[in-house]
């Protein structure tokens, strides 16, 4: 993924509908399905990527198909290269520094803020996690120095909490390297 695509989602409280919406979001535009799956608690989340209006076009047609599922939606027009694979699982974080970790009410608000993390301090990514066995809810957590993982995490919640969606944040100065194991 480049600094130049775009990643967009819709998240809906309807699982049903959420087989529509990824319909209509694939058939608005040439975009990529990242993910399309569900999610706890009966939740369904659409992630996709492509061209910025691509994404744009269909994000909003999905967040129109959701009607009253709608959960959230964002779009991110210049996804930092480290999201997609902290939310696959494929980052690679051998050891811990400083342990930041931002949790929020959605999936969208989530990436969001993995992103605006990345992008604010130089931290690496280990995941962002979404909603599974988590009651619907999500979050990413991150490494780096103190003072990295303190501005990262800042701006996370920052994200999120403009949308007042933020549950909690947290860094651990000096964590135990066996919370790394819990992670990945």
Do not use: W
Not at 46 to 68: F, K, M, N, Q
Not at 151 to 168: E, I, N
């Amino acid at each position: 993924m480049t600094m130049n695509k775009a990643i967009g989602g819709v998240e809906l409280s309807s699982m049903a509908r959420g087989f529509d919406v990824t319909d209509t979001m694939l058939k608005t535009a040439p975009v990529q399905l990242l993910l399309a799956r569900t999610v706890c608690p009966g939740k369904y989340i659409v992630l996709i990527s492509g061209e910025v209006a691509d994404v744009t076009a269909s994000v909003e047609a999905g967040a129109a198909r959701a009607l009253v599922s709608l959960i959230d939606q964002f779009i991110i027009p210049s996804v930092h290269p480290d999201v997609l694979p902290a939310m696959n699982g494929t980052a690679v974080v051998t050891d811990l520094e400083a342990l930041g970790v931002v949790e929020a009410f959605s999936v969208a608000a989530t990436i969001e803020a993995a992103d605006a993390a990345v992008k604010t301090a130089s931290v690496r990514l280990i995941e962002v996690r979404l909603a599974m066995a988590l009651g619907g809810k999500a979050f990413v957590t991150m490494t780096g120095s103190v003072a990295a993982v303190e501005a990262a995490v800042a701006a996370a919640a920052d994200a999120v909490g403009k949308r007042g969606l933020l549950v909690d944040k947290v860094v651990i100065p000096q964590p135990r390297p066996e919370l790394l194991t819990e992670m990945v």
